[in-house]
């Protein structure tokens, strides 16, 4: 396989293995779980379409988000990374309707030894989990639950909005209890604040549809 580094991560990923076991595309429905924490980590995933939330489960049956992937995010890769053979360490689910490529992860890692240069496209796509991780992060650390979704909003926006005569909007069809689950509030809540944020004319809703009117203005009602 010939890499170069103008090519698509989705191209290459699809060759990887080619010939023997190709990678495979799944589709997961909105709400379904791709892996749980402790299965085994035979797979590396590419996202081709709709997001991917990855959360960590305590003891407890608390459920913390990390990240919410957006297309062309590569993951599943943590035994690559530490060259440990280990269990997933993460819940991860479909947080829309997605479309997956999957390939087993002896292949990714085969490719990657004959080709170094995969290795910089696979890190264009780990660095897109990074920063989404951190953006996560510091959403989880508003300790005022609107703060903490106006952060979240602003996530959406950069990662999934397109632009709109109104602004920027976010076409997921995100429940409140999606929205909920993924900043650590609950449904009522996050209808009570969402609600605020209409009557302030800093977003509008439309058959699940999220526009954010002027991100810049919205990201100064941090508490």
Do not use: W
Not at 60 to 66: N, P
Not at 111 to 125: F, V
Not at 174 to 198: M, P
Not at 203 to 210: E, G, M, P, Q, V
């Amino acid at each position: 396989m010939v890499v170069t580094q103008d090519r698509p991560l989705a191209q290459v990923f699809r060759q990887v293995g080619a010939g023997s076991f190709p990678p495979v595309v799944e589709v997961f429905e909105r709400g379904k779980t791709i892996f749980f924490p402790g299965d085994p980590a035979e797979r590396v995933y590419f996202l081709l379409r709709g997001a991917v939330k990855l959360s960590r489960v305590y003891e407890a049956g608390e459920e913390i988000t990390v990240a919410l992937l957006r297309e062309n995010s590569v993951f599943g890769v943590l035994s690559l990374l530490t060259g440990n053979r280990s269990d997933r360490f993460y819940h991860a689910v479909a947080f829309t309707p997605v479309e997956l490529l999957s390939a087993p992860i002896e292949q990714v890692e085969q490719a990657l030894k004959e080709n170094p240069d995969l290795s910089m496209l696979m890190l264009r796509g780990l660095s897109s989990r990074i920063l989404q991780t951190e953006m996560m992060i510091e959403t989880l650390a508003h300790r005022d639950m609107g703060s903490r979704l106006v952060s979240f909003l602003l996530i959406l926006c950069r990662d999934f909005g397109l632009p709109s005569p109104d602004g920027i909007t976010v076409d997921l069809k995100l429940s409140h209890q999606a929205i909920a689950e993924a900043i650590g509030s609950t449904r009522v809540t996050v209808t009570r604040l969402l609600g605020d944020l209409r009557d302030k004319n800093m977003i509008s809703i439309h058959k699940k549809k999220i526009t954010v009117h002027n991100p810049v203005i919205l990201s100064q009602q941090f508490t």
